[in-house]
């Protein structure tokens, strides 16, 4: 059985956005449209979805490892803080919107606290990510399928 190892990130992490934003579940707070996500950020995010895309990357980031804080949810988040002349240096992401996001997915039963402060998936969540996985890996099949049939009646075709 496939899970979140096997599947690429960009695909898996579009297909939980989809899923939590279809489930309505996830509690996203009425600041989402006005935040910027870091301190070195010029703009608030385009996307509309961003808090759905954030939580399923966090959601698979604390998957993949057993222990996870906010602290280090901000570094990874992060990116370059353009200071003008002098040289750029890596700046950490809000860590309150991190911490939302978490507080999110432990109240949709995702993720759970562990004893150190830090957040690790729970039985739940992690079922429902497997769930999502091998719901990504069948789709791309099926994709790999289709392509394949298209080449062989173009392949009849030119004959």
């Not at 906010?70 to 353009?82: D, E, P, V, Y």
């Not at 719901?135 to 791309?140: G, N, R, S």
Request: hydrophobic share 30%; charged share 35%.
């Amino acid at each position: 059985m496939p899970g979140v190892r096997d599947v690429s990130a960009e695909e898996f992490i579009a297909a939980y956005a989809s899923h939590l934003k279809r489930s309505g579940k996830l509690e996203v707070p009425a600041w989402v449209d006005i935040v910027k996500t870091g301190s070195f950020k010029e703009l608030a995010p385009y996307d509309p979805d961003w808090y759905y895309v954030r939580a399923a990357a966090v959601a698979r980031h604390i998957y993949l490892r057993k222990d996870v804080g906010i602290g280090a949810l901000t570094k990874l988040h992060g990116g370059r803080n353009r200071r003008g002349n002098r040289p750029s240096h890596h700046a950490d992401s809000s860590a309150s919107v991190q911490r939302k996001v978490c507080q999110s997915l432990e109240k949709i039963g995702v993720l759970e606290q562990t004893g150190n402060g830090g957040r690790r998936i729970s039985q739940d969540g992690q079922r429902d990510l497997d769930r999502i996985a091998t719901a990504v890996v069948e789709e791309l099949k099926a994709k790999e399928e289709e392509e394949d049939e298209d080449e062989e009646e173009d392949e009849e075709d030119e004959e």
